[in-house]
Structures are given as structure tokens and as C-alpha cells.
């Protein structure tokens, strides 16, 4: 039988390494939600066969199924008539939500900033897999890009989760290389209501070509992490990029690499700040840096009263704290959006929760 796994069982799937060449546009079709339940036996082969996948799993069914609880099995329901890209194709009768569809089936269990989050991953090139020492792996070429995603939710219509997908689109980032790097572009880009610095950013990862040190080499092309374009043609710089610096970077190879990069941007005039994780955690290092970096894209001074200057602090502190918590694999966002109502109304401070230091991307 026909069975069409969705929700956080298709996410595992497109995070599986065994599966890139399914994953690729040419495998993308139509198909509507099985109008057959399938069996505590379907789900218990799935999980054989993809061991990245946890119980239950989860799938898509058309209204007209029975929903009853089924061992190893999360139903899910819908009347939707899929369009063309809505699934991929795994195995002869096994399918799973293709990454467009799987933001529109995400969006109303995530907060804003998960979505935005869980986002970076799919349009960027690295997938979470936190069975890997590193907590992820590299992709040639992401799964899907904000274009195609929009261009679907065109075809899919009015369908739940559809407005939410269509605004966490404006803010999210595309070629993303890490978690951590997905995290520095929210909290550079997006506005001071949401905890962001509201700075533009062009592009994550992009080539731009540098004129090499020594000259015998020619010209080269260089990718910063997240680059800023100028506001003004006569700002002091031509761009300013943003580079988080992870364990990789700490390799004596990987310094000397990153100095040449460094150096070689200057040559063209784009300034280059680098992050590690203790410089990325301090609020004060951060509000600064990026201060310096607004001059130097020929932005205006914010003029902000005491009140609003403090507000928006407590705002950035929030981001960052939040972006934390996410790891792309527990999304409780909105559980910690209700405990921290339910702790405000008895004005009490809720609880911190912890992530450990090796959290994905570090």
C-alpha cells in the first residue's frame, strides 16, 4: 500500500545521508493523502529500514481515515489536494512530504523563530544529524530554496500553515553552512522587535572574487558566513561580512586559511568580523561589534531614548537565549512560550533551560 510519512518523520528522512539521490528536484511529484491507514507492520518496516527515523511515525492520511490510535504510528490528517512537488519518492509505495510541503505541515506546531530556523537548514547546506561527532553533515546544494518554496505555497493555496510559512519567509536566510551560522543571521537580520540587529543581509556563503595576496596566483573566490552589502555608495566599505568561527576553524591549518580569506576581502574593501563562541554569547561584545559595523556600511546613528535602548537589549538577550534552546530536533518552542505566560501571570521568572556547549554547529 501507498504510504506517505510526513511531519518530523519526513524531516529525519531528508536528513538521511543514504537518501541525497532521492532528494533531488527530478524525484519531486503529486500525491494526495492515502485514503488507507497504514498498519502497525508498515510503520515497524520503516523504522527497519531507516534507523535515523525514532517511533512513532508519522503519516499523512486523507479526513476520510480513521485516526485511532495505532502502535508506532502519528496520524495525521488532510484534505488538501496536493500540487505538483508536494512529495518525494523513496521506494516503489513509499513517499515522504518534500521540503516545501514539510514547512506548511512544521509551521503550526513552531514558533516563528523555529520555522525561520528550521528553515536555514533546508535552504542552506548542511543537515542536523545528531547521531555525527559533529552534530551535522554538509550538503553539495540545499534541498530547496526560498524561490521554490514560495512558488509552492502559490500552487498550494489557502492550506494551514501556508500564512505562517509565507511570513517566516521574508526573514529566512538561504546557503546557511551551519546552525550557528543560521543563528548569527536571525540575530543580525532580523528587526529589533524580534530581537535582531535589522541589518540587511545580502547573502549567506556567496562567491566573490578576490585578487590573491601573492600575485603569481591570480584571482580567487572567497565565501563569507554572512555578508552585509553598504548602505551608501560613499561608505568606508564596500560590504562588511560576518564569520563564525567554529572547532574546525581552531585547526592551525584552518587559522592560516582564514587569515589569507580575511586579508584578501580587505583587498577589495569589504571588512570581515570574526565570531567564536564566546564573542557570539556576549551581548555587549555583540551590540558593539555590530555598532562599528554600521559605520562602516554608512548606516545612520540610532538615536534611541534610555527606555527603548534597554527594551531592545532585554529583546536581543531573549534571541539569543531562545536560539539556543533550538536544536532542530526537540522544537519546544511553544511549550516554552506557555510556561513563561503561566509563569508571568504568578510573577515569577520561569525556569532557564540548558543546552550542553557541544549543541549542534559549535
Known amino acids: 500500500m501507498t504510504m506517505l510519512l510526513s511531519h ?101 506546531a513552531l514558533t516563528y523563530y523555529e520555522l525561520v530556523f528550521l528553515m536555514g537548514e533546508l535552504f542552506g547546506t548542511y543537515a542536523i544529524a545528531p547521531g555525527l561527532e559533529d552534530g551535522m553533515f554538509e550538503r553539495s546544494e540545499p534541498l530547496t530554496t526560498p524561490e521554490l518554496a514560495s512558488s509552492y505555497l502559490a500552487r498550494l493555496g489557502t492550506a494551514p500553515g501556508v500564512a505562517q510559512v509565507r511570513r517566516a519567509l521574508r526573514c529566512a536566510c538561504a546557503r546557511s553552512a551551519s546552525p550557528y551560522e543560521t543563528r548569527l543571521s536571525m540575530r543580525l537580520g532580523l528587526k529589533p522587535s524580534l530581537g535582531g540587529y535589522n541589518l540587511h543581509v545580502l547573502s549567506m556563503n556567496e562567491p566573490l572574487e578576490v585578487q590573491r595576496i601573492i600575485a603569481r596566483l591570480g584571482k580567487g573566490v572567497r565565501k563569507p558566513d554572512v555578508f552585509l552589502g553598504s548602505a551608501r555608495p560613499d561608505s568606508p566599505f564596500s560590504g562588511v561580512a560576518f564569520d563564525y568561527h567554529g572547532k574546525v576553524h581552531e585547526e592551525p591549518t584552518s587559522i592560516t586559511v582564514d587569515l589569507e580569506r580575511q586579508n584578501e576581502l580587505l583587498g577589495i574593501n569589504f571588512k570581515v568580523y570574526t565570531l567564536n ?86
Not at 527497519?48 to 496520524?75: G, H, M
Not at 526537540?330 to 557541544?358: C, D, I, N, T, Y
Open 277 to 362: 563562541k564566546d564573542l557570539y554569547d556576549n551581548l555587549d561584545y555583540m551590540d558593539g561589534i555590530v555598532c562599528r559595523a554600521r559605520v562602516d556600511l554608512g548606516m545612520p546613528r540610532e538615536r534611541l531614548n534610555p527606555r527603548e535602548r534597554e527594551c531592545r537589549r532585554v529583546l536581543r538577550q531573549g534571541l539569543h537565549d531562545e536560539l539556543e534552546l533550538i536544536d532542530g530536533v526537540s522544537w519546544k518552542g511553544k511549550l516554552r512560550e506557555r510556561a513563561h505566560m503561566a509563569q508571568e501571570e504568578l510573577g515569577s521568572e520561569p525556569p532557564v533551560e540548558l543546552v550542553p556547549l557541544e549543541a549542534y554547529g559549535y
Open 8 to 108: 518530523t518523520t519526513a524531516l529525519n528522512l531528508l536528513r538521511c545521508p543514504s537518501l541525497r539521490r532521492q532528494l533531488t528536484l527530478d524525484n519531486r511529484c503529486a500525491i494526495n493523502p492515502p485514503i488507507e491507514a497504514p498498519s502497525r507492520q508498515d510503520a515497524i518496516a520503516v523504522l527497519e529500514k531507516f534507523p535515523e527515523i525514532d517511533a512513532p511515525v508519522d503519516a499523512l492520511v486523507s479526513s476520510r481515515v480513521n485516526r485511532r490510535p495505532r502502535q508506532n504510528l502519528q496520524l495525521h490528517s488532510s484534505e488538501i489536494i496536493m500540487p505538483q512537488g508536494s512529495a518525494v519518492r523513496i521506494d516503489d509505495n513509499l513517499f515522504c512530504s518534500s521540503p516545501e510541503q514539510l514547512l506548511v505541515e512544521m509551521a503550526p
